[in-house]
T-cell receptor
Framework: IAGITQAPTSQILAAGRRMTLRCTQD?????MYWYRQDLGLGLRLIHY???????GKGEVPDGYSVSRANTDDFPLTLASAVPSQTSVYFC?????????????FGEGSRLTVL | GQQLNQSPQSMFIQEGEDVSMNCTSS?????WLWYKQDPGEGPVLLIA?????ELTSNGRLTAQFGITRKDSFLNISASIPSDVGIYFC???????????FGQGTRLTINP
Protein backbone atom coordinates (compact mmCIF):
# COMPACT_ATOMS: atom_id res chain seq x y z
CA ILE A 1 0.00 0.00 0.00
CA ALA A 2 1.43 3.34 -1.04
CA GLY A 3 2.01 5.94 1.62
CA ILE A 4 4.41 7.18 4.25
CA THR A 5 6.53 4.92 6.40
CA GLN A 6 8.06 6.16 9.64
CA ALA A 7 10.64 4.41 11.83
CA PRO A 8 10.99 3.69 14.62
CA THR A 9 7.42 3.42 15.86
CA SER A 10 8.57 4.25 19.35
CA GLN A 11 11.86 4.89 21.10
CA ILE A 12 13.09 5.65 24.59
CA LEU A 13 16.22 7.74 24.57
CA ALA A 14 18.61 9.09 27.17
CA ALA A 15 19.06 12.86 27.25
CA GLY A 16 22.09 14.00 25.29
CA ARG A 17 21.94 11.17 22.79
CA ARG A 18 21.63 11.67 19.06
CA MET A 19 18.53 10.29 17.34
CA THR A 20 17.32 10.16 13.75
CA LEU A 21 13.70 9.54 12.89
CA ARG A 22 13.28 8.13 9.42
CA CYS A 23 10.54 8.93 6.93
CA THR A 24 10.02 7.49 3.46
CA GLN A 25 7.22 8.13 0.99
CA ASP A 26 6.45 6.31 -2.23
CA UNK A 27 3.85 8.70 -3.65
CA UNK A 28 6.43 10.84 -5.48
CA UNK A 29 5.20 13.89 -3.57
CA UNK A 30 7.35 16.96 -3.90
CA UNK A 31 6.89 18.33 -0.40
CA MET A 32 7.52 16.70 2.96
CA TYR A 33 7.07 17.89 6.53
CA TRP A 34 7.82 17.00 10.13
CA TYR A 35 5.32 17.85 12.87
CA ARG A 36 5.32 17.18 16.58
CA GLN A 37 2.11 16.54 18.46
CA ASP A 38 1.78 17.45 22.11
CA LEU A 39 -1.31 17.32 24.30
CA GLY A 40 -3.30 20.54 24.08
CA LEU A 41 -1.04 22.03 21.42
CA GLY A 42 -2.16 20.24 18.30
CA LEU A 43 0.36 19.71 15.53
CA ARG A 44 3.31 22.08 15.23
CA LEU A 45 5.55 22.24 12.17
CA ILE A 46 9.23 21.57 12.85
CA HIS A 47 10.82 21.61 9.39
CA TYR A 48 9.64 21.22 5.84
CA UNK A 49 10.97 20.62 2.35
CA UNK A 50 9.16 21.88 -0.73
CA UNK A 51 11.31 19.84 -3.08
CA UNK A 52 14.34 17.59 -3.01
CA UNK A 53 17.47 19.53 -2.12
CA UNK A 54 15.68 22.30 -0.19
CA UNK A 55 14.55 22.60 3.42
CA GLY A 56 12.97 25.27 5.57
CA LYS A 57 12.24 25.99 9.22
CA GLY A 58 8.79 25.66 10.67
CA GLU A 59 7.26 26.89 13.88
CA VAL A 60 9.48 24.96 16.33
CA PRO A 61 12.80 24.12 14.58
CA ASP A 62 15.26 24.52 17.47
CA GLY A 63 17.10 21.33 18.38
CA TYR A 64 16.15 19.59 15.14
CA SER A 65 17.72 19.27 11.70
CA VAL A 66 16.55 17.71 8.44
CA SER A 67 17.92 16.81 5.05
CA ARG A 68 16.27 16.04 1.72
CA ALA A 69 18.79 14.27 -0.47
CA ASN A 70 16.10 12.73 -2.67
CA THR A 71 12.34 12.87 -3.23
CA ASP A 72 11.45 9.88 -1.09
CA ASP A 73 13.37 10.36 2.18
CA PHE A 74 13.18 13.09 4.80
CA PRO A 75 14.98 12.16 8.04
CA LEU A 76 14.66 14.25 11.19
CA THR A 77 17.68 14.38 13.51
CA LEU A 78 17.88 15.39 17.15
CA ALA A 79 21.57 16.16 17.66
CA SER A 80 21.42 16.07 21.47
CA ALA A 81 18.02 15.05 22.78
CA VAL A 82 16.40 16.86 25.72
CA PRO A 83 13.33 15.84 27.77
CA SER A 84 11.21 18.61 26.20
CA GLN A 85 11.56 16.78 22.91
CA THR A 86 9.44 13.96 24.28
CA SER A 87 6.54 13.90 21.83
CA VAL A 88 4.87 12.07 19.01
CA TYR A 89 6.45 12.98 15.69
CA PHE A 90 4.56 12.82 12.42
CA CYS A 91 6.03 12.92 8.97
CA UNK A 92 3.74 14.15 6.19
CA UNK A 93 3.87 14.80 2.47
CA UNK A 94 1.92 16.71 -0.13
CA UNK A 95 1.96 16.67 -3.90
CA UNK A 96 3.04 20.29 -4.13
CA UNK A 97 5.00 22.52 -1.83
CA UNK A 98 4.00 25.68 -0.05
CA UNK A 99 2.25 23.73 2.71
CA UNK A 100 -1.03 24.35 0.94
CA UNK A 101 -2.93 21.55 2.58
CA UNK A 102 -4.04 18.04 1.76
CA UNK A 103 -1.23 16.48 3.70
CA UNK A 104 -0.77 12.73 3.95
CA PHE A 105 0.57 11.64 7.33
CA GLY A 106 2.60 8.69 8.53
CA GLU A 107 1.57 6.72 11.60
CA GLY A 108 3.90 8.59 13.92
CA SER A 109 7.00 7.95 16.00
CA ARG A 110 6.61 8.18 19.76
CA LEU A 111 9.83 9.47 21.32
CA THR A 112 10.50 9.58 25.05
CA VAL A 113 13.62 11.40 26.26
CA LEU A 114 14.63 10.62 29.84
CA GLY B 1 1.88 31.06 18.68
CA GLN B 2 -1.49 29.39 18.29
CA GLN B 3 -3.55 31.14 15.63
CA LEU B 4 -6.55 28.82 15.56
CA ASN B 5 -9.03 28.28 18.36
CA GLN B 6 -10.81 24.96 18.10
CA SER B 7 -13.78 24.08 20.27
CA PRO B 8 -14.88 22.18 22.09
CA GLN B 9 -11.70 20.50 23.32
CA SER B 10 -13.63 17.32 24.08
CA MET B 11 -17.10 15.91 23.60
CA PHE B 12 -18.87 12.98 25.23
CA ILE B 13 -21.99 11.98 23.35
CA GLN B 14 -24.41 9.10 22.89
CA GLU B 15 -24.35 7.02 19.75
CA GLY B 16 -26.77 8.44 17.20
CA GLU B 17 -26.34 12.05 18.29
CA ASP B 18 -25.22 14.80 15.96
CA VAL B 19 -21.88 16.52 16.61
CA SER B 20 -20.72 20.02 15.85
CA MET B 21 -17.27 21.54 16.29
CA ASN B 22 -15.67 24.70 14.99
CA CYS B 23 -12.48 26.65 14.52
CA THR B 24 -12.10 30.40 14.67
CA SER B 25 -9.29 32.83 14.14
CA SER B 26 -8.58 36.54 14.02
CA UNK B 27 -6.75 35.97 10.73
CA UNK B 28 -8.24 35.50 7.27
CA UNK B 29 -7.80 32.03 5.79
CA UNK B 30 -7.95 30.91 2.17
CA UNK B 31 -7.97 27.17 2.90
CA TRP B 32 -9.67 25.15 5.62
CA LEU B 33 -9.08 21.46 6.17
CA TRP B 34 -10.55 18.96 8.59
CA TYR B 35 -8.58 15.90 9.66
CA LYS B 36 -9.42 12.93 11.88
CA GLN B 37 -6.88 11.04 13.96
CA ASP B 38 -7.63 7.54 15.21
CA PRO B 39 -5.76 6.30 18.29
CA GLY B 40 -2.18 5.36 17.42
CA GLU B 41 -2.51 6.63 13.85
CA GLY B 42 -1.64 9.72 11.89
CA PRO B 43 -4.30 12.29 10.90
CA VAL B 44 -6.33 11.55 7.79
CA LEU B 45 -7.92 14.24 5.64
CA LEU B 46 -11.73 14.32 5.79
CA ILE B 47 -12.75 17.47 3.96
CA ALA B 48 -10.96 20.33 2.20
CA UNK B 49 -12.53 23.77 1.64
CA UNK B 50 -11.12 26.42 -0.66
CA UNK B 51 -13.76 29.14 -1.06
CA UNK B 52 -15.60 31.34 1.42
CA UNK B 53 -19.12 30.04 1.95
CA GLU B 54 -18.26 26.63 0.53
CA LEU B 55 -20.29 23.80 2.05
CA THR B 56 -18.97 20.29 1.44
CA SER B 57 -20.19 16.88 2.56
CA ASN B 58 -18.41 13.56 2.89
CA GLY B 59 -20.95 10.94 3.92
CA ARG B 60 -22.28 11.91 7.33
CA LEU B 61 -19.75 14.73 7.61
CA THR B 62 -20.44 18.29 6.52
CA ALA B 63 -18.02 21.19 6.73
CA GLN B 64 -18.32 24.84 5.82
CA PHE B 65 -15.83 27.60 5.06
CA GLY B 66 -17.15 30.61 6.96
CA ILE B 67 -18.25 33.61 4.92
CA THR B 68 -15.92 35.89 6.90
CA ARG B 69 -13.03 33.51 6.06
CA LYS B 70 -12.10 33.47 9.73
CA ASP B 71 -13.94 30.33 10.77
CA SER B 72 -15.05 26.85 9.78
CA PHE B 73 -17.28 24.21 11.28
CA LEU B 74 -17.58 20.44 11.01
CA ASN B 75 -20.81 18.56 11.66
CA ILE B 76 -21.18 14.81 12.05
CA SER B 77 -24.70 13.45 11.81
CA ALA B 78 -25.99 10.29 13.51
CA SER B 79 -22.69 9.44 15.18
CA ILE B 80 -21.46 5.83 15.25
CA PRO B 81 -18.72 4.20 17.37
CA SER B 82 -16.09 4.47 14.63
CA ASP B 83 -16.39 8.27 14.73
CA VAL B 84 -14.36 8.21 17.97
CA GLY B 85 -11.06 10.03 17.64
CA ILE B 86 -9.49 13.46 17.57
CA TYR B 87 -10.65 15.93 14.94
CA PHE B 88 -8.30 18.71 13.83
CA CYS B 89 -9.03 21.79 11.83
CA UNK B 90 -6.19 23.26 9.81
CA UNK B 91 -5.96 26.33 7.68
CA UNK B 92 -3.66 28.38 5.51
CA UNK B 93 -3.60 32.05 6.37
CA UNK B 94 -4.00 34.42 3.43
CA UNK B 95 -0.57 35.53 2.24
CA UNK B 96 1.29 32.82 4.13
CA UNK B 97 2.38 29.38 3.08
CA UNK B 98 2.28 27.77 6.51
CA UNK B 99 -0.56 25.44 7.45
CA UNK B 100 -1.67 25.96 11.07
CA PHE B 101 -3.55 23.39 13.11
CA GLY B 102 -6.16 23.74 15.83
CA GLN B 103 -5.66 22.05 19.20
CA GLY B 104 -8.07 19.25 18.31
CA THR B 105 -11.49 18.05 19.50
CA ARG B 106 -11.50 14.66 21.21
CA LEU B 107 -14.77 12.82 20.50
CA THR B 108 -15.93 10.01 22.78
CA ILE B 109 -19.12 8.07 22.04
CA ASN B 110 -21.09 6.10 24.57
CA PRO B 111 -22.88 3.17 22.94
Amino acid sequence: IAGITQAPTSQILAAGRRMTLRCTQDMRHNAMYWYRQDLGLGLRLIHYSNTAGTTGKGEVPDGYSVSRANTDDFPLTLASAVPSQTSVYFCASSLTGGNTGELFFGEGSRLTVL
Amino acid sequence: GQQLNQSPQSMFIQEGEDVSMNCTSSSIFNTWLWYKQDPGEGPVLLIALYKAGELTSNGRLTAQFGITRKDSFLNISASIPSDVGIYFCAGRIQGAQKLVFGQGTRLTINP
